[in-house]
């Protein structure tokens, strides 16, 4: 019924009504003539058609484009040790009494300083701040301010059991003692006689060429 129905309607129809369902693909028109002209769109044959192709991969440039930390301890030579936690002698008069002593653990109990990662860390004692009671100090970096102040205050400080800070003994620089002078009057004789011997002995390897020619 479907097939004399459209026989019908083309019967029926004239050409100039006639209409497509699907519009015919426009094809690109390579080179002049076209819209795009030459190439159109397409790109030339390229780098991978010349001689010496040698393309930089991509992945450098990515790597080129991130950002780096330079210099030193930032990416490489980085301290093995870690850096000391810092504790100021204001601090110190507030919470301890005089006579106490003052190491890395009684200030982790105390709450002054955290531990890193589990461990006690390396402290060092700071001159900021007044200090008026007696301290024993110990097992602690102590800067230069520091230690004044704790030994006007008559205070004490032991770097290890059974060692005391004291003033390090001032190292004297030794003079060097000046190279042996050699006399240039004996250098010059020395040359010169070994001079002569070496002209010497050339003029006789010459005569003796000569004397075996001849024979």
Same mark, same amino acid.
């Given at each position: 019924?479907?097939?004399?129905?459209?026989?019908?309607?083309?019967?029926?129809?004239?050409?100039?009504?006639?209409?497509?369902?699907?519009?015919?693909?426009?094809?690109?028109? =390579?080179?002049?003539?076209?819209?795009?002209?030459?190439?159109?769109?397409?790109?030339?044959?390229?780098?991978?058609?010349?001689?010496?192709?040698?393309?930089?991969?991509?992945?450098?440039?990515?790597?080129?484009?991130?950002?780096?930390?330079?210099?030193?301890?930032?990416?490489?030579?980085?301290?093995?040790?870690?850096?000391?936690?810092?504790?100021?002698?204001?601090?110190?008069?507030?919470?301890?009494?005089?006579?106490?002593?003052?190491?890395?653990?009684?200030?982790?109990?105390?709450?002054?300083?955290?531990?890193?990662?589990?461990?006690?860390?390396?402290?060092?004692?700071?001159?900021?701040?007044?200090?008026?009671? =007696?301290?024993?100090?110990?097992?602690?970096?102590?800067?230069?301010?520091?230690?004044?102040?704790?030994?006007?205050?008559?205070?004490?400080? =032991?770097?290890?059991?059974?060692?005391?800070?004291?003033?390090?003994?001032?190292?004297?620089?030794?003079?060097?003692?000046?190279?042996?002078?050699?006399?240039?009057?004996?250098?010059?004789?020395?040359?010169?006689?070994?001079?002569?011997?070496?002209?010497?002995?050339?003029?006789?390897?010459?005569?003796?060429?000569?004397?075996?020619?001849?024979?």
């Amino acid at each position: 019924m479907s097939f004399c129905v459209l026989i019908f309607t083309l019967n029926n129809m004239q050409a100039n009504q006639l209409k497509r369902t699907h519009k015919n693909r426009k094809r690109m028109t =390579v080179a002049r003539g076209g819209k795009r002209g030459k190439t159109s769109g397409r790109g030339g044959k390229g780098q991978s058609a010349r001689a010496g192709n040698k393309r930089r991969p991509e992945w450098r440039d990515i790597i080129k484009k991130m950002p780096k930390l330079r210099g030193r301890g930032v990416n490489q030579n980085k301290p093995v040790s870690d850096k000391p936690v810092i504790v100021n002698l204001g601090i110190i008069e507030e919470i301890f009494k005089s006579g106490d002593a003052i190491t890395p653990t009684i200030l982790a109990e105390k709450g002054v300083i955290k531990l890193v990662s589990g461990r006690i860390p390396v402290v060092k004692i700071l001159g900021d701040g007044e200090l008026k009671k =007696v301290l024993k100090v110990s097992g602690c970096l102590v800067s230069k301010s520091a230690k004044k102040k704790i030994e006007e205050a008559k205070g004490e400080i =032991v770097l290890k059991a059974g060692i005391t800070m004291t003033k390090v003994p001032e190292i004297v620089a030794r003079k060097k003692e000046p190279a042996p002078k050699i006399e240039k009057t004996k250098i010059s004789t020395q040359n010169a006689a070994v001079k002569k011997d070496i002209k010497t002995s050339v003029k006789k390897s010459k005569t003796l060429v000569s004397e075996t020619g001849k024979k």
